[in-house]
């Protein structure tokens, strides 16, 4: 029973298009994430929920837009795709204070 | 200002120890983390340490903390082929529960 899934594992789409990542989580966490790791294998944090409120909103262009319907889910919407948003984005979830994350799997995003 | 750093490789041979290295320079850290990350798999929390500890032992795993250098490492006693993935320390500054991630170390395992 995994903890962290996200959907789907691999997507591979055209410049221009819009599309989500899906993210839920059995664990019970009240706080939600979504990381981007790129070629380099550098991560970056990008948004984070908590009990469905958007906490923390790094630098990210705004084409990129969360949500979390509740405190299980949050997915990622990437309006017009470019090529630099080509990298693998990971989903975590924390039971809040200083106890580290459990991550999802990754979502390999490949624009072209 | 958050900046972790990490060497980008490291090779040993099957039965050595390995030792990974991290530096940060946000001295409110409350907690560091090492994770592993196997190819095409997320972060698996190896163990962490709290900033007012200077060393923590996880059976093959071993910690060590320099706040006055902020200087962490993670040493791995018997390392394996299993080993081979790539270590990245993190900091927690307390902050929504944010961790910073440093730029992860290769490590190979050679027979």
């Known amino acids: 029973d995994t903890a962290v899934s996200q959907t789907p594992k691999y997507l591979v789409t055209q410049m221009g298009n819009d599309k989500s990542i899906k993210c839920e989580q059995n664990l019970g966490h009240d706080t939600m994430y979504w990381y981007k790791q790129d070629s380099k294998k550098f991560l970056k944090i990008m948004f984070s929920?908590?009990?469905?409120?958007?906490?923390i909103n790094e630098t990210v262009p705004n084409r990129f837009s969360p949500k979390s319907p509740d405190k299980a889910h949050l997915n990622l919407h990437i309006n017009s795709l470019e090529l630099g948003d080509s990298a693998v984005y990971f989903c975590?979830?924390?039971?809040?204070?200083?106890?580290?994350?459990?991550f999802g799997s990754g979502t390999r995003l490949t624009v072209v | 200002g958050e900046d972790v750093e990490q060497s980008l490789f490291l090779s040993v041979r099957e039965g050595d120890s390995s030792v990974i290295n991290c530096t940060y320079t946000d001295s409110s850290s409350t907690y560091l983390y090492w994770y592993k990350q196997e190819p095409g798999a997320g972060l698996q929390l190896l163990t962490y340490i709290f900033s007012n500890m200077d060393m923590k032992q996880d059976q093959r795993l071993t910690v060590l903390l320099n706040k006055k250098d902020k200087h962490l490492s993670l040493r791995i006693a018997d390392t394996q082929t299993g080993d081979s993935a790539i270590y990245f320390c993190?900091?927690?500054?307390?902050?929504?529960?944010?961790?910073?991630f440093g730029t992860g170390t290769r490590l190979q395992v050679t027979l």
């Open positions: 993190a900091e927690s500054t307390g902050t929504a529960s944010k961790l910073t």
């Open positions: 975590a979830s924390s039971r809040g204070g200083n106890y580290g994350y459990t």
């Open positions: 929920y908590n009990n469905k409120e958007l906490i």
